[in-house]
């Protein structure tokens, strides 16, 4: 539940608070705006609910938590939060790119994406290190080898870099490199991944699981927020249906129904949602007018050699393309690019 301190209520009164929700064995969340001071209390709903806190002098009024999800809800927490990575302000009014090869491949290809990228405007630059392929007979990644690289193209443009983490272990090490981690869909509910990722400071991508629902994503969000990471970042992925003309199916309303009950800022992954170069530029406008932080797009010097998601990943010239198109659409949806 939710207590909401009255305008200008004391420290005293704040910590006799706190105390009750510790005698109840609970844990509380502070969130301190400007005027109001609002106090999660979370734990045993039974007996936190049977605590007298209205009773306590500082107190307004008392507001159970509905959803199964509380320190990532809007509830908690009305105002949106902006997760800063360099230039990139994601949950702000910019719309903010990320974009780069699926795959780090080689110095040359990460590079050369990397300086097309910054001329363009991207904010923050991808590259996967560890992939999570389907089968194991499929390129697995270049591991630390590749996160080297991706450090070195950031040395070159300046641009902060994000890559996916997959094992628990290597959170510490991958955390060495990035200025992100990454949370694959096949991880979103691997828990103790969660857990370690949230123990840690850099921001997180999480994205959303192949068959996993809204709720699900928020319940994730919530483990590493629990932790004490609050820089955490949605995407919508596309997710598993009948439909088998894309590769799968992006679930655009995910995102103006996670924004309206989630104070994080969630993007939209036009790439793997549909695996079709010829229609992720439309998506990705689409993922603007519905209120997305932002994109992530694969791209890549030389699409047809790519050794990962060659048919989704866009060249050069149908991405800066695309960049044109959403300068032109930003002003009209109030948006900063
Ligand atoms: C990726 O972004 O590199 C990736 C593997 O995506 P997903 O986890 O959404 O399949
Ligand atoms: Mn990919």
Do not use: W
Not at 41 to 52: L, Y
Not at 136 to 149: A, R, T, V
Not at 266 to 288: F, Q, Y
Not at 300 to 314: F, M, R, V
Request: charged share 25%; net charge negative; glycine share 8%.
């Amino acid at each position: 539940m939710m207590i909401v301190m009255k305008d200008g209520a004391t420290d005293q009164e704040i910590r006799e608070v706190v105390d009750m929700i510790h005698s109840a064995g609970g844990e509380n969340h502070m969130s301190r705006g400007e005027f109001k001071t609002i106090i999660g209390a979370i734990g045993d709903r039974e007996k936190i609910s049977q605590m007298p806190f209205e009773a306590l002098s500082g107190v307004e009024k008392v507001i159970p938590i509905m959803k199964p999800y509380k320190l990532v809800s809007r509830q908690f927490k009305p105002e949106s939060t902006i997760v800063e990575i360099g230039e990139a302000k994601l949950g702000s009014d910019q719309f903010v790119m990320i974009a780069g090869p699926c795959a780090i491949e080689s110095e040359e290809q990460l590079i050369d994406a990397a300086r097309e990228a910054k001329r363009l405007g991207v904010k923050i630059l991808r590259g996967g290190a560890f992939k999570p392929r389907t089968s194991p007979y499929s390129f697995q990644g270049m591991g630390e080898e590749g996160l080297k690289l991706l450090a070195l193209a950031r040395e070159e443009t300046g641009l902060p870099v994000v890559s996916e983490v997959m094992d628990p272990r290597h959170v510490e090490m991958v955390a060495g490199y990035v200025d992100m981690l990454q949370i694959g869909a096949r991880n979103m509910q691997n828990f103790l991944l969660l857990k370690e990722i949230g123990l840690q400071p850099k921001p997180v991508l999480l994205k959303r699981g192949l068959s996993n629902t809204i709720e699900e994503m928020m319940m994730a969000a919530e483990y590493i927020v629990r932790e004490g990471n609050k820089s955490v970042v949605l995407c919508e992925r596309g997710i598993r249906t009948f439909e088998t003309a894309t590769r799968n199916t992006l679930d655009l309303s995910a995102v103006p129904m996670a924004k309206g009950n989630c104070h994080l800022p969630m993007i939209v992954d036009p790439s793997h949602a549909t695996g079709n170069v010829k229609i992720i530029p439309a998506l990705t406008k689409a993922a603007m007018a519905v209120g997305a932080d932002g994109v992530m797009i694969e791209m890549h010097p030389s699409p047809k050699t790519a050794l990962c998601d060659g048919e989704q990943s866009l060249d050069f010239s149908t991405f800066e393309h695309l960049m044109t198109d959403l300068k032109n659409l930003a002003p009209a949806l109030g948006r900063l690019m």
